[in-house]
């Protein structure tokens, strides 16, 4: 099956993990690495679509630089032949066992000290992130990339941008609440619905980093295998199969009602995690992750058993259906109920007077909308402590200025007991913005991509 696939002797591959319009992505050994698992995603004919090539590139030069236990690893790019029939990539990842996308489908439970290890990790990533002057804008439970020992991975930054430091909000760099506003279009194209990227060498064994925050290791049963966004969940079961084509065998139960919907619109799941500035098409800054941890936080606080009882009910915050921008000449979208904005208010309630006043031309539809008060966050999540509801209202504020900063979040009470400060300390420099200038025409795209290439083999 791996008749076409070129990685050279150094890797051996095991087999294919998934595959969708990026090409596929197969389970390797690392024969020079004493047998280290790795993920290998092969993307064919890189630069056909200039926008795509454009993101695998940024996406390489940020991975590059951001070096971090809470940072997917890109380990090495096999080296073309030559540079004239460069054509085909083959990016060499860490193997990480599961994502939190998966982890939320099983019948898995965590523990208040499991949603503490988990939201920690992502913060203490994100703030990485955001020192080397990087936005995510993609933040959701699918690029959450977890190992049985609850050590995590931030993945997939094809929708990443290189900013200014006016772009970063404060306790980063310390930035401004500017921002350059940019399409947002998801990033499936050019990206797994899996990712199979994997690790082998954890930051901290299950004793250090779950005992730490008084978590069990993650169950090895629970953990759904690492084999594609599109394995079907049954009753009983975590999920299974294989990606398309995969799924479990005749006779099992149909997955239940928001099991079934997550399958069925994962073409729109960015959208759900989606800041309300971005929907409104407004400035943004790197607020906007904040948001979507929030959403993901949200998550968390659901797959504690006295919350959510029934695993098969658990369901994203906002899982609209629409995200188009606005405009105060479609009328439609203001009674649409399942409109990413209507939901999002149905939630945390209708934006103040001042939180819109600077909005624009958009600040008419919002203020066409009926006054929601915010729906009581103890009833939707029981087993959550007045901490964590409290820094989850703070990561959902509408207004991006008063939204929590990732460096007041990791400093709120509800983390007190996880924190260690060695973690915490920024070790990376800004990425220059030259990352954004390049051009799109293929010569230029190509070149850029090679000299990523050329980093690898230099190393």
């Not at 099956?1 to 595959?19: I, Q």
């Not at 099992?252 to 309300?276: C, D, E, I, M, N």
């Not at 420099?429 to 051009?439: H, R, S, W």
Request: charged share 25%; net charge negative.
């Amino acid at each position: 099956e791996f008749s076409d696939w070129d990685v050279g002797p150094r890797y051996s591959l095991v087999r294919k993990l998934g595959h969708g319009s990026y090409g596929e992505v197969a389970e390797g050994v690392d024969n020079e690495e004493g047998g280290r698992r790795v993920a290998i995603k092969r993307i064919l004919n890189v630069f056909e679509q200039e926008v795509d090539a454009k993101r695998i590139y940024r996406e390489m030069f940020i991975l590059r630089s951001l070096r971090h236990t809470e940072v997917i690893r890109l380990l090495d790019v096999v080296a073309p032949h030559d540079y004239d029939s460069f054509a085909d990539l083959y990016l060499v990842f860490e193997y990480v066992d599961t994502d939190l996308y998966k982890l939320i489908l099983s019948p898995q439970y965590l523990s208040n000290a499991h949603v503490q290890t988990f939201l920690y990790q992502m913060l203490v990533g994100l703030k990485h992130v955001h020192s080397a002057h990087v936005i995510h804008r993609d933040m959701k439970p699918a690029n959450i990339l977890l190992n049985e020992d609850c050590t995590l991975k931030i993945c997939d930054f094809g929708l990443s941008r290189v900013v200014g430091p006016e772009h970063i909000s404060r306790g980063c760099t310390g930035g401004g609440d500017g921002g350059s506003s940019d399409s947002d279009s998801g990033s499936d194209a050019a990206h797994p619905h899996a990712h199979p990227h994997a690790h082998t060498h954890a930051p901290f064994r299950h004793d250090e980093e779950c005992e730490r925050a008084h978590a069990r290791p993650l169950s090895t049963g629970a953990l759904p295998p690492a084999l594609g966004r599109d394995t079907s969940v049954v009753e009983g079961g975590g999920a299974g199969g294989g990606g398309k084509g995969g799924g479990g065998g005749g006779g099992s139960p149909l997955p239940q009602q928001g099991q079934l919907r997550r399958q069925l619109t994962k073409h729109v799941v960015t959208r759900w995690y989606r800041a309300p500035e971005l929907i409104l098409l407004q400035d943004y800054t790197s607020a906007v992750d904040v948001w979507s941890l929030g959403c993901i936080f949200a998550e968390l606080l659901s797959m504690q058993q006295e919350s959510v009882a029934r695993y098969q009910d658990r369901m994203p915050l906002f899982p609209g259906k629409s995200c188009f921008p606005l405009s105060v000449d479609a009328p439609t979208s203001y009674t649409d109920k399942l409109d990413q904005l209507n939901v999002i208010f149905d939630v945390i309630g209708t934006p103040c007077d001042d939180d819109v006043a600077a909005l624009g031309e958009v600040k008419k539809y919002l203020k066409r909308l009926r006054p929601q008060k915010p729906r009581p966050l103890e009833d939707m999540y029981r087993a959550a402590t007045p901490a964590a509801l409290n820094l989850l209202r703070r990561m959902l504020q509408f207004n991006p200025a008063r939204r929590i900063t990732v460096a007041q979040a990791l400093e709120h009470e509800y983390l007190a007991g996880v924190r260690h400060a060695s973690k915490e300390a920024i070790t990376v420099e800004a990425i220059p913005l030259d990352v954004e200038n390049v051009p799109l025409a293929k010569p230029a795209l190509k070149r850029a991509v090679y000299e990523e290439v050329l980093f690898y083999q230099r190393k």
